[in-house]
């Protein structure tokens, strides 16, 4: 960059940074890199994408510009921009993001979208628009139970179903989220089914402490209960879900995971990760093992006893997986109706499947 005291026609305008930026970005071969120097400007200038087009001769500061270049040798060695600024958007909420868990991606939104659209068509939530609903109770204060991390085997009276649910809001559903990362899928469900309730799962503690902060500052901690362990472990360890296992009706109306699914030929191809993506985002929630199953397989096997009769059951995968995937499933005797749903690029992406009635 230049000298920010120099004549006005050479000045670091909101323009000029943009083209420099996005110059800089295609030289390092970074994604998106329009997009990403705009993500980068509207945090330095906390303002929104129109307004960097509303006022494109605006001047930068010197202290903006200092807090801008240091965001961008940062971005030119591969760190994603969503860790640079500390947050990210899934699914119409403004969640924390950092290291210690992976970024939530489009892709990912199919799972909430059919979880909402399920509890629509059974008569379990009315109809309303995605991110309108507010949460019910309110922000739990700091410091209470469920604000934080809590043991598993924590007595949690909220978490009872009550006993004559209430379809207008979904009163009574019960979700898990396995490997829940943010936390973003099951907090994405909170706000838009007022009444339900909903587990979360986490064999990183680091993974669990930020998906509890996302949920204590959206108001949603007295209706998320997060869960130390690996995969459905820690659900088997909650006394009501055990129990209910065991009689074979389940506890849960939706078991939802996004497990470490990428297969070891994909990450070790030069082409297939982006350096944005190694050795950034954590290892131990984007590989699934050899066939990229290691993690999708075992909640395919042991999750639908889990849930109850007509429940349903979403699963991220690798879409070079989504035939054996499909397969596990179809010889599943307890699930029915087994599909597999394509992304917004077409691609293989989601396991879909009921608990036979």
Partial sequence: MGDTTAAPNTQWTTRRLLEWMQRAFESKGLDETR????????????????????????????????????????????????????????????????????????????????????????????????????????????????????????????????????????????IADIGTGTGCIALALLRNIPGAKAFATDVSEDALALAAENAESLGLSNRFKPLLGNLLEPLLDYPGVAKAAESGRGALDYLVSNPPYIPDHEWNEPDQMGKNVKGHEPDLALRGGADGLEFVRPIIEQGPRLLKPGGLLLIEIASSCADTVFSLAKANALLHNPVILNDLEGKARTLRAERRR
């Fill in 35 to 174: 997009r990403s120097a705009e993500i980068l400007l509207e945090h330095v200038l906390d303002c929104r994408r129109m307004d960097l087009y509303i006022a494109p001769d605006r001047p930068a500061s010197p202290e903006e510009l200092t807090t801008l270049r240091a965001l961008v040798t940062r971005a030119l060695a591969h760190e994603p921009v969503q860790y640079l600024i500390g947050e990210w958007s899934f699914f119409g909420l403004d969640l924390k993001v950092d290291r210690r868990a992976l970024i939530p991606r489009p892709c990912t939104e199919i799972i909430p979208e059919e979880v909402i659209q399920h509890a629509r068509r059974t008569g379990r939530l009315g109809k309303v628009t995605f991110g309108e609903i507010k949460p019910l109770g309110g922000e739990t204060p700091a410091g209470e139970p469920n604000a934080e991390v809590a043991s598993n085997q924590e007595a949690s009276e909220p978490f009872e179903p009550p006993a004559q649910p209430t379809p207008a809001d979904g009163s009574g559903i019960l």
